[in-house]
Every structure is written in C-alpha cells, then in structure tokens.
C-alpha cells in the first residue's frame, strides 16, 4: 500500500505563492508517477500537473509559467511550487501517484484559497 500526506496549503491574496509538498510512503518505490490535480467547488478534479521518476512534467494551460512541479525520489516527496496566483486557483489540492496512468493513490487533500 501506499499513503500520500499533502502539506502547505493555505489562504494567499492573489498575485501570492505557496509551495505544496506531498510526501508518500509505504510501497513508495512503485510510483513513477506522482503529481498535483485540484477540484474546485461544483467543478470535477483535473490534473494540475504531473510528474515521472525520470523528470518529465506535463501542466494544466491553465498554470503553465506559473507553477512548477518537482519531486525529490530520496524522500519519495513531489513539490508544486504555485507563483501569481489566482482567485480562480482556489480549489482543494490532491496529491495523486501511481505505477502509471489513471493514478491509483491519493491524499487527502489540502485547500489553496486564493482572495482578490
């Protein structure tokens, strides 16, 4: 089994940042994918971003050359690191990983509050 705990959220003004960690355990070994997906009131979850054990990232257009994802497979932990954000960026942030696509695991969720 794998357990995902998300930590960093928060309420930010708009044009503010915050940095999301998500730190696995467990069967972590297994996770060549770990990334960040995000579901807003009324709205269905969607990627944010993602990221392989080998680096390569893919993001939502929505936050491209806004936030960065990173991951450190030392720790078994992915990063995303939210720059100018937006009222719109407000959702709850899940923490997502697995052995592939569709993500298999996921966190509990942590909630980004982004005020105008």
């Known amino acids: 089994q794998v357990q995902l705990v998300e930590s960093g959220g928060g309420l930010v003004q708009a044009g503010g940042s915050l940095r999301l960690s998500c730190a696995a355990s467990?069967?972590?070994?297994?996770?060549?994918?770990m990334g960040w997906y995000r579901q807003a009131p009324g709205k269905e979850r969607g990627l944010v971003a993602i990221i392989t054990g080998a680096g390569t990232t893919s993001y939502a257009d929505s936050v491209k050359g806004r936030f960065t994802i990173s991951r450190d497979n030392a720790k078994n932990t992915v990063y995303l690191q939210m720059n100018s954000l937006k009222p719109d960026d407000t959702a709850v942030y899940y923490c997502?990983?697995?052995?592939?696509?569709?993500?298999?695991?996921w966190g509990q969720g942590t909630q980004v509050t982004v005020s105008s």
């Open positions: 997502g990983a697995g052995p592939s696509r569709p993500i298999s695991y």
């Open positions: 467990g069967r972590a070994f297994m996770l060549n994918y």
